[in-house]
């Protein structure tokens, strides 16, 4: 939807625009009434997102404003520069102004610290939203984001530079897309990945997930990870917690045993060790796990934070195991995923599962890409010239 025409009261014109995003309605708004727009009111409405700005609004007709005031001034887009004007009456903040009339309400004189104050929301705005206010080229904002420039340049030359982001989205649709593996069915499904990638707390997650939902006697835990200081000892406070049992598996013949053992439980969850990919135990355990053939789903577990150059070697002994999708854990931590991503649609790995934060269970989500590229918008600033790229070692999810 475009932008209407809301009300008009010389010198100051106002208009509504909507649009499916705020990052949308920012670049309409921008296109329309340039960068000196001042924001009056901010909601959604059916799905979509409504912004009321303005332009040429009088900065000393604010001054003389004395209605109570029952907003702190209006929110500018860009820096304000006032110009003599006759006055008329002060703005009000509100959703729907007539077309006939502008209500009265005050507002605060926009003086030196507002400006400051000011400049810092338009910086924190484009932070949030992405650089749709400053222009940035596309290749530079996927680069930002993790992608190889190389990615990078192949995806712009596909698309218009004003469509990159439509672009982006469905060629990681088409290239990627989502695992069609549900847990509401329940089954055995097992965490795979490299050292660190927080699977334990992601299976802690998982099970507590379906343990809200159908009670302690519907899940089972089993562990692998025997080799890793307190490795067992975290997944079982987890049980204990959640009621469940624990089942340590040191062999294929213990791994055996344990599925017999609770064969009547309809969620089966299995946290393996983390290793090196050339130590040779992995291997071989990774061979136990192969060995359930269909009836297991595996997802392999990937630190959003990974590197490109990384990513081929840590996940290579992964490559030949049939994979039900992909976790992305620690997406919170991570400046920038856009490499991870990029690996999965070489793949052709299907997303199922993202974690961002340590709360159990609520900090895992099911992968949708409007949330995934909302997450990918704000690693961008993170990343760009200037900004301080945070590359913290964690242990959780």
């Known amino acids: 939807m475009g932008p209407q025409s809301v009300g008009r009261n010389k010198p100051v014109k106002i208009k509504r625009f909507s649009g499916s995003s705020t990052r949308d309605v920012l670049q309409q708004i921008r296109m329309s009434l340039g960068p000196d727009a001042v924001i009056l009111s901010n909601r959604d409405v059916n799905g979509e997102v409504e912004i009321v700005a303005a332009i040429d609004f009088d900065e000393q007709q604010c001054t003389e404003a004395h209605a109570t005031p029952t907003w702190p001034g209006p929110l500018q887009v860009g820096d304000l520069s006032p110009t003599p004007e006759p006055q008329v009456s002060s703005l009000q903040r509100t959703v729907a102004i007539p077309e006939t009339s502008v209500p009265v309400v005050s507002s605060v004189a926009p003086t030196s610290p507002l400006r400051s104050e000011l400049q810092a929301l338009r910086q924190l705005v484009e932070k949030r939203w992405g650089h749709s206010l400053s222009g940035k080229p596309a290749k530079d904002s996927l680069t930002d984001m993790g992608f190889s420039v190389d990615w990078a340049a192949h995806l712009v030359q596909q698309c218009p530079e004003a469509d990159w982001e439509k672009t982006l989205k469905s060629t990681l649709e088409d290239q990627i897309g989502l695992s069609s593996v549900s847990l509401e069915k329940g089954g055995i499904f097992v965490l795979l990945g490299p050292t660190g990638s927080g699977k334990t707390t992601s299976i802690a997650k998982l099970a507590a997930a379906q343990v809200l939902r159908h009670g302690p006697h519907s899940v089972a ?177």
């Open 221 to 397: 835990l089993l562990t692998t990870d025997t080799y890793r200081i307190a490795g067992v000892e975290q997944l079982e406070i987890y049980a204990r917690i959640l009621g469940v049992p624990l089942e340590v598996i040191r062999s294929p013949e213990d791994l055996l045993q344990a599925l017999n053992k609770h064969n009547q439980r309809p969620w089966i969850f299995i946290d393996t060790i983390g290793m090196s990919p050339r130590d040779p135990r992995l291997g071989e355990q990774l061979q136990w796990l192969a060995a359930l053939g269909t009836g297991a789903h595996r997802f392999l577990m990937i630190p959003a934070g990974l590197s490109g150059k990384s990513l081929p070697t840590v996940l290579a002994p992964y490559a030949g195991i049939p994979l039900a999708g992909a976790i992305l854990s620690k997406v919170d931590e991570t400046p920038a995923f856009g490499g991870v991503l990029e690996w999965l649609a070489q793949q052709h790995l299907p997303v199922a599962y993202y974690s961002d934060g340590q709360k159990v269970p609520e900090d895992l989500h099911e992968a949708q890409w409007e949330s995934l590229m909302r997450l990918l918008q704000t690693s961008s600033e993170s990343t760009a010239p200037g900004s301080k790229a945070q590359n913290h070692s964690h242990h959780g999810a």
